[in-house]
């Protein structure tokens, strides 16, 4: 991780470490950085989610652009996949999105996409960071005459629900479902998509106040997403986080569908129709083991990268590999998209089983989950340093690897974009695993929660 960027952007608690004064300034450099040379005016597209402190760093972000001669095209509230799609479409320098993806409200960020649609690499984060944080070659003001202009792109939700559709062979005719929008970036686009599709519908949190995104709803609680689909008997239900980037599912029995178990049936589908490139499917070290084993069985290779869509999209790029995706709900289909996308994800996977005339919960039958034991340890900034060399913890975690032997799997990570350790244990038995993963988050609050 860098000084600012973490795996997913800038991120902090907005009008505390995320203030106007410091989006201002990432307009700025992130102007001067990503226009090069360039001898025309740069434009930028820049997008936020709906939460109450949006409109404010939308507004820094966008007079630091202009104020050295960027012009700036306002997409309003989009899903963070739509402003990755609509910076081509645009044909924009760079493209910004405002949102905390699933954080709760008093959080937001800034994620950057280049001209391509992809997020920026490390060496260009870092030259924006040292613009910032060490004032290197900062850019000049630009003369009065030379200050950007803003455009308001009225069409830009519209532009991006049309992408979607086009990429869908099948109608969602006869598909009774709820769509849970997390009060977040869905809330515009989602009822036209899946309406338009065919399905019926139902949508729920889609009404956002600016506080209540992410709040006991979308992909990060799905318990009133489940209850509603088992009271009204519907076929599946989809939820999204609060920048729709990413989506998980409940089947007609109310059972949730993980990103795993969503990449496994897409996977497999893409196979037999000569869509897996290389027959291999890019994920990370948190993939459940159930879905690495599902692809030995299915004559998959199976990739895995550090946590975070961007390295697994790294990796896609880099092998040219076509799908892959994490087991929070980014799930990354090249053919279509530059980055995870919840709403194609779930057209993609309902298109699916319209042509195949089957239920989500007859699908999910190809992969058996392995149990998983997930804790988060809070801890500061020294604490997550301290991670990497405190001889106990990792002491802890070489305890429980030996422990576990090759019926298990033990990953502890620090969060990239939250002030946690994660620890999550996987293996044949809950209890055990349970028990394991306690050990550890035991000694990790004695050691780093102080630091």
Same mark, same amino acid.
């Given at each position: ?61 966008? +007079?630091?652009?202009?104020?050295? #001669? ?28 405002? *949102? ?16 391509? #649609? ?24 630009? +003369? ?24 869908? *062979?099948?109608?969602?005719? #006869? ?6 929008? +997390?009060? $977040? ?32 709803? $979308?992909? %990060? ?15 599946? $239900? ?86 892959? &995706? ?19 994800? +779930? ?57 576990? &032997? ?20 996987? $293996?044949?038995?809950?209890? %055990? ?19």
């Amino acid at each position: 991780m860098g000084r600012l960027f973490g795996t997913d952007g800038v991120r902090g608690v907005a009008n505390e470490t995320l203030t106007c004064e410091l989006a201002m300034q990432i307009g700025r450099a992130t102007a001067q950085v990503l226009s090069g040379n360039s001898r025309r005016r740069p434009v930028f597209a820049v997008g936020m989610d709906p939460r109450i402190s949006s409109d404010m760093l939308s507004f820094s972000i966008t +007079a630091g652009l202009c104020s050295v #001669g960027a012009d700036v095209l306002v997409l309003g509230v989009v899903p963070t996949p739509a402003v990755a799609y609509l910076v081509g479409k645009y044909k924009a320098d760079a493209g910004i999105m405002i *949102s905390a993806s699933h954080n709760s409200s008093e959080f937001n960020g800034i994620k950057i996409f280049s001209g391509d #649609g992809y997020k920026l690499p490390d060496e260009l984060e870092e030259r924006i960071e040292s613009i910032v944080l060490d004032k290197v070659d900062i850019a000049q003001p630009a +003369a009065a005459a030379d200050i950007g202009k803003v455009t308001y792109k009225t069409s830009a939700v519209k532009d991006y629900v049309d992408h979607l559709k086009s990429t869908v *062979s099948h109608s969602l005719d #006869g598909l009774r479902i709820a769509v849970d929008c +997390a009060n $977040g970036s869905a809330s515009v686009s989602a009822e036209k998509l899946f309406t338009d599709l065919g399905a019926d519908c139902t949508i729920l949190s889609n009404e956002p106040d600016g506080l209540n995104i992410n709040r006991d709803c $979308g992909s %990060t609680h799905m318990e009133a997403l489940r209850s509603y689909v088992i009271e009204h008997k519907l076929d599946a $239900g989809i939820a999204f986080d609060g920048d729709a980037d990413r989506c998980l599912c409940v089947d007609g029995n109310g059972e949730l569908l993980d990103g795993d178990f969503i990449m496994a049936i897409c996977a497999l589908d893409m196979k037999r129709r000569g869509k897996l490139n290389r027959n291999t499917v890019v994920g990370t070290i948190m993939t459940n083991l159930g879905f690495i084993k599902f692809c030995e069985q299915n004559d998959m290779s199976f990739i895995a990268t550090k946590v975070g869509d961007r390295f697994v999209l790294e990796e896609m790029l880099l092998e040219e590999y076509d799908f892959g &995706g994490e087991q929070s709900g980014h799930v990354i289909f090249r053919d279509f998209a530059t980055t995870g996308d919840g709403q194609l994800t +779930a057209i993609q996977l309902l298109s699916l089983l319209r042509r195949e005339g089957k239920q989500l919960s007859e699908m999910k039958q190809i992969m058996t989950r392995y149990p998983q034991c997930m804790i988060n340890v809070k801890v500061m900034p020294k604490g997550k340093l301290a991670f990497y060399t405190d001889p106990d913890v990792k002491q802890a975690i070489d305890n429980a690897k030996r422990a576990l &032997g090759k019926d298990g799997r033990v990953v502890v990570r620090v969060s990239g974009t939250e002030p946690l350790i994660r620890i999550m244990v996987e $293996g044949l038995d809950e209890t %055990t695993i349970q028990d394991t993963a306690e050990s550890i988050a035991r000694v990790a609050r004695e050691r780093l929660c102080n630091s």
